[in-house]
């Protein structure tokens, strides 16, 4: 059993890093451009795809509604 729990503590650590990194890169893109960017929104699909593999909770599904609205806005704004 302590195989388990090490490899979902294991996968934890994975998505917090990914988390942080496609934040970081958001981060880049807003300050050198907008965040409005369409560059921003691929790093925001990046953030949906590891926020999803997370186990369904009303937060989760808060922030992933909250960047898909931010993807539709930016997805509007540049290509009508």
Not at 43 to 69: A, G, K, W
């Amino acid at each position: 059993m302590a195989k388990i729990e090490d490899k979902k503590e294991e996968a934890d650590d994975l998505l917090a890093k990914c988390e942080k990194l496609s934040k970081d890169a958001i981060s880049m893109i807003t300050y050198l451009f907008t965040d409005s960017h369409p560059l921003a929104a691929k790093y925001n699909q990046i953030m949906v795809e590891v926020i999803n593999l997370r186990p369904e909770n009303p937060e989760r599904t808060h922030t992933l509604i909250q960047i898909c609205d931010k993807n539709l806005e930016i997805a509007q704004k540049f290509f009508g």
